[in-house]
């Protein structure tokens, strides 16, 4: 049991350590920062609530990345999504070849944007992918192939990986 000060401790920690993690990865899911940033709130709520313990700090991020997923898949299917915006509200701060790129992603389907982002943005293995998304390895492998296929497509082969 974690007394409230050790708690809150806790929470400060890791809204520090995983706010920005958290709020990319429910980007590419919702495509509005503002209500990335709420949905990341929501998920440090049930951080907090929940005052779960875990084995390493790397089963704690991939809890946060599967609530972070899970919150937005939920906000996807409620009433109150009316309509996917194709391209996100402004990129206009990143240079221009990161723009492209970016909203190339975004505009990935939902199975293959989810795995590029935690493997190029966040660096997870695909062994971890396959993990935290519940996916056998060969899955999140396959997507991973086809993802970039369709980027390289999108973007006229110009991609590095």
Known sequence: MVNSFELKERLEEV???YSVTLI???????KSLHEAEDIA?????????????????EHEKAWLIRTAINKSKNYLKSGFFK?????PEDLSYLPKEEEELVEAVLNLDL??????????????SINEIAEILKEKSSTISTRLARGR??????????INE
Do not use: C, W
Request: a positive charge.
């Open 24 to 30: 990319k990865l429910i980007f590419t899911y919702v």
């Open 41 to 57: 709130q929501e998920v440090f709520l049930a951080y907090f609530q929940k005052a779960p313990s875990f084995e390493s700090k």
């Open 15 to 17: 809204i520090d350590k």
């Open 149 to 158: 296929k369709i980027l390289m497509a999108r973007l006229g082969g110009m």
């Open 111 to 124: 199975k293959y944007r989810t795995p590029i982002h935690l493997y190029y943005y966040e660096g997870y």
């Open 83 to 87: 309509s996917l915006n194709p391209i």
